[in-house]
């Protein structure tokens, strides 16, 4: 089976009742997420009846890869709230409207920070994964997975 191609929520989560048009690649990463998430010995279902609880898979997969990094002791729960209320705060002054829609580009933006303050990342290293992405995406025709 392709990965692209579309499956219907429902068919990939008997619960749901209204179809809603996910790629197979799309809800193999809320399945990956939803195993971190109960691992941590949480209940917290990625979709919902009207649709998923993550906007995009990259927003479940943030909040998955935040969840493995603390189990590592990469840092703990009182340094990333610190950290993201820190770039939430900030961000108006960078010119972010907060139209509620932004939050996991927060998210992510504290998680970046926390890995380079920590010595785990550096710029660089962030910067050059970022153009990677920038690149493939660019290469990659519309509705194919970004392969980098």
């Known amino acids: 089976m392709n990965t692209t191609e579309p499956v219907t929520r429902s068919a990939a989560f008997s619960s749901a009742t209204q ?3 996910m790629t197979v690649q799309e809800v193999q990463a809320i399945q990956d997420c939803e195993a ?5 010995g949480l209940d917290m279902p990625l979709l919902k009846q ?6 995009e898979p990259w927003q479940a997969q943030a909040f998955a ?3 493995a990094l603390h189990d590592k002791g ?5 340094r ?3 950290t993201l209320g820190d770039v ?3 961000a108006p002054e960078k010119g972010d409207p907060d139209q509620g829609n932004t939050y996991y580009w927060h998210w992510l933006a504290a998680l970046e920070r926390i890995l380079s303050e920590h010595g785990y990342v550096t710029t660089q290293d962030l910067q050059s994964r970022q153009q990677a992405w920038r690149e493939a995406a660019a290469r990659t025709p519309h509705g194919h997975p970004i392969v980098l």
Do not use: E, R, Y
């Open 50 to 55: 009207d649709g998923p609880v993550f906007c």
């Open 19 to 21: 179809p809603n048009s």
């Open 74 to 78: 990469l840092f703990d729960w009182n």
């Open 36 to 40: 971190a998430i109960k691992a941590h």
């Open 80 to 82: 990333w709230a610190q």
């Open 65 to 67: 890869m935040t969840l």
């Open 88 to 90: 939430i705060a900030k």
